[in-house]
């Protein structure tokens, strides 16, 4: 690296849950990863959308159950607030009802604390780049509850389109994508905006969305 070169900007997160012992150790892990930066952690919704709001962290971990609150209560609490950091839910258990509230909040990932630390550090990384990390329980369960009717006034997807969002539902990053379709990445890029402005959306959370509300019968 040249003196002039820069590493790049850690991914800066912040935590919410209501287990000390737990919040604990999760930040001594996240903190041992030189890509990752806390910027800090609460048990309760109202003192962690304060800090979210004037921190503006890249992603924030949150806990399904925070005693007497929800994750859906922050979910509906940082909409109202503009917040736009990216929401990795960690918990140790969601019901299929409670998983589909949240993706339809937007929610970008949903990881179960049973799995191996490293398999987090991962994640964390492939969703503050923009990837949806969703288990396929969830999906087929949120598959159950669309409304087929609306898909008459969806625009129409081509078939690259409609493998590009394939394979983006089963949570493969943009060059993953490429590589199982032979296709560079900066052209999977462009079909992903293409998308974008096709369906009106921002983030691919938004598009897994919308692709599963409008879609799910060609997927």
Same mark, same amino acid.
């Given at each position: ?5 820069? %590493? ?15 919040? #604990? ?5 996240? %903190? ?20 979210? *709001? ?13 005693? %007497? ?13 503009? *917040? ?22 937007? *929610? ?41 009717? %609306? ?9 690259? #389109?409609?493998?590009?969002?394939? &394979? ?19 052209? *999977? ?22 692709? &599963? ?7």
């Amino acid at each position: 690296m040249s003196a002039t070169q820069t %590493s790049p900007a850690p991914i800066r997160l912040y935590l919410i849950d209501d287990h000390a012992l737990f919040r #604990e150790g999760l930040v001594a892990l996240l %903190s041992q990863q030189p890509d990752f930066c806390v910027e800090g952690t609460s048990d309760r919704v109202a003192p962690a959308l304060e800090a979210i *709001v004037a921190a503006q962290p890249d992603l924030v971990l949150l806990d399904v159950d925070l005693g %007497s609150e929800r994750a859906i209560d922050f979910l509906y609490a940082a909409r109202q607030a503009g *917040v736009t950091a990216r929401v990795l839910v960690v918990t140790a258990g969601v019901s299929d009802a409670e998983a589909i509230a949240l993706i339809r909040e937007g *929610v970008s990932g949903i990881f179960h604390k049973h799995s191996p630390p490293q398999e987090l550090c991962s994640v964390v990384r492939k969703v503050a780049a923009g990837d949806v990390c969703l288990e396929p329980r969830y999906l087929k369960s949120l598959f159950q509850t669309i409304d087929r009717n %609306s898909l008459n006034a969806s625009p129409t997807l081509n078939d690259r #389109e409609l493998v590009v969002v394939r &394979l983006l539902l089963r949570g493969l990053a943009n060059k993953e994508i490429g590589d199982r379709i032979g296709m560079s990445e900066s052209s *999977v890029k462009s079909i992903l905006r293409g998308l974008f402005d096709k369906l009106g959306v921002r983030t691919r959370s938004q598009l897994v969305k919308i692709a &599963l509300e409008q879609y799910s019968s060609l997927l």
